[in-house]
């Protein structure tokens, strides 16, 4: 079992910063990759960015310029700095994980999400 616990997420004002964490733990032998997806109220998930190998990155159209993705492979855990909030960008805010497991299985996780809430 491979497990996402994600942190960070809170109420800030439009132009505001929010950093979320999210660990995974459990059974890995690597992470091919780690991203965050959100999910408004009424919308789809959507992907927010992600970080493939530790290095690639790609990112939402929606936040480019303003949210960066990082990864800490030692650790296990990315970060996203989201920056210049705005009230669009309200949402549960989900990490994913793609990992291959000591049986060198690949399996896609999921976190709980974290609560982002953009104030006009």
């Known amino acids: 079992q491979v497990q996402l616990v994600e942190s960070g997420g809170g109420l800030v004002q439009a132009g505001g910063s929010l950093r979320l964490s999210c660990a995974a733990s459990?059974?890995?032998?690597?992470?091919?990759?780690m991203g965050w997806y959100r999910q408004a109220p009424g919308k789809q998930r959507e992907l927010v960015a992600r970080?493939?190998?530790?290095?690639?990155?790609n990112y939402a159209d929606s936040v480019k310029g303003r949210f960066t993705i990082s990864g800490d492979n030692a650790k296990n855990t990315v970060y996203l700095q989201m920056n210049s909030l705005k009230p669009e960008d309200t949402a549960v805010y989900y990490c994913?994980?793609?990992?291959?497991?000591?049986?060198?299985?690949?399996?896609?996780?999921w976190g709980r999400g974290t609560q982002v809430t953009v104030s006009s």
């Open positions: 970080i493939i190998g530790g290095r690639s990155t």
């Open positions: 459990g059974d890995i032998f690597n992470i091919n990759d």
């Open positions: 994913n994980a793609a990992v291959v497991t000591y049986s060198y299985t690949t399996r896609n996780y």
